[in-house]
């Protein structure tokens, strides 16, 4: 079955320094890999996927994400932070066929500080 | 477009009392589905639905009923609430061209079972 890990429950950096949010996946044959954004009181927002090919996905407020087949990790990245980055960030795998209803990672909530 | 919407945004049930979550998307979505969302155990599905008629059941369906009986509409039913049912509920929708395709949520429902 698909999955993906997020291993760190909270992720604190200081405005304008370069945030990581970490995202690892297990999946049989060619990953689909989204990120989504859950800013306060909202629901989810999708910021980037990963379908195929540049191993560098840009997506929404300039985040973008590295794909890294060797280490099974599609992490998360801004160049500078802005404080109202501050959020829960979800990594997501949808199924190899099926529904293609997605799981999601269990979420880490970015803090970033003035 | 209104996108998914879902009513109502709060809800305060005794345990054992019965509640339907709303849920009605605008895109002509083939696939919904509905997730709750716990501290610490990010987002888990309950039921989803791939068209008009067809439902499943996903990770955590104990205690929840749903029918698909239009595109539009996928209501959430509690038959008899428990304090364990207590959460943050997410409806989402999405097209049936594939694994690329991205959700759309609604801005969620925050049910406390007392």
């Known amino acids: 079955a698909q999955s993906v890990a997020q291993p760190e429950d909270q992720v604190n950096v200081a405005e304008g320094n370069p945030l990581t949010v970490k995202c690892t996946y297990s999946v049989s044959g060619n990953p689909y890999l989204f990120w989504y954004v859950q800013y306060p009181n909202r629901g989810l927002q999708f910021l980037l996927k990963?379908?195929?090919?540049?191993?560098l996905v840009k997506g929404s407020y300039g985040f973008e994400a590295e794909f890294n087949k060797s280490q099974t990790s599609f992490h998360l990245k801004k160049p500078s932070a802005l404080v109202s980055d501050s959020a829960l960030y979800f990594c997501a795998v949808p199924p190899a066929g099926g529904s293609y209803i997605p799981t999601f990672g269990r979420g880490t909530s970015l803090i970033v500080h003035p | 477009n209104a996108g998914v919407t879902q009513t109502p945004k709060f809800q305060v049930l005794k345990t054992g009392q019965s509640m339907t979550l709303q849920c009605a998307q605008d895109m002509n979505h083939e696939y919904m589905s509905w997730y709750r969302q716990d501290p610490g155990m990010g987002l888990r599905l309950i039921h989803y639905?791939?068209?008009?008629?067809?439902?499943d059941q996903g990770e955590v369906p104990n205690g929840y009923n749903v029918s698909r009986s239009t595109t539009e509409d996928f209501p959430l039913r509690l038959l008899s609430a428990a304090p364990s049912q207590t959460s943050v509920y997410f409806c989402?929708?999405?097209?049936?061209?594939?694994?690329?395709?991205?959700?759309?949520f609604g801005s969620g429902t925050q049910l406390s079972v007392l």
């Open positions: 989402a929708s999405s097209s049936n061209r594939g694994r690329s395709e991205k959700l759309f």
């Open positions: 990963y379908i195929t090919g540049d191993n």
């Open positions: 639905s791939v068209g008009a008629g067809i439902t």
